[in-house]
């Protein structure tokens, strides 16, 4: 198991930029596959990104990294749109390959509230 962390979520105006972080503990970080899902209200939880594969409606604006040796893993949103707006989460799993789907994920973390202003 590992425990995740975000942060950098916040208020900003559309167009404005953000970057996420996720620092995990526990077990090896390098040793799991990750990503970033996101919740509006009243939504299901959708993916956003992991590895080099991005949900369409954030292609071109919104990169993933990790840095294994800070053991964290980071979310850089740029262009943002009022409909961004959402609590993002950092999520990790063991298995191999890329998965787009939260329930193949078994560790998350608590949230962060991104807000986008119109």
């Known amino acids: 198991q590992v425990q995740l962390v975000e942060s950098g979520g916040g208020l900003v105006q559309a167009g404005g930029s953000l970057r996420l972080s996720c620092a995990a503990s526990g077990r090896t970080f390098s040793g799991y596959n990750m990503g970033w899902f996101r919740q509006a209200p009243g939504k299901g939880r959708e993916f956003v990104a992991a590895?080099?594969y991005y949900a369409d409606s954030v292609k071109g604006r919104f990169t993933t990294s990790r840095d294994n040796a800070k053991n964290t893993m980071y979310l850089e949103m740029s262009s943002l749109k009022a409909e961004d707006t959402a609590v993002y989460y950092c999520?990790?799993?063991?298995?191999?390959?890329?998965?787009?789907?939260?329930?193949?994920?078994?560790?998350w973390g608590q949230g962060t509230q991104v807000t986008v202003s119109p």
């Open positions: 590895s080099t």
């Open positions: 999520a990790a799993r063991s298995g191999p390959g890329v998965k787009i789907r939260p329930e193949y994920y078994t560790d």
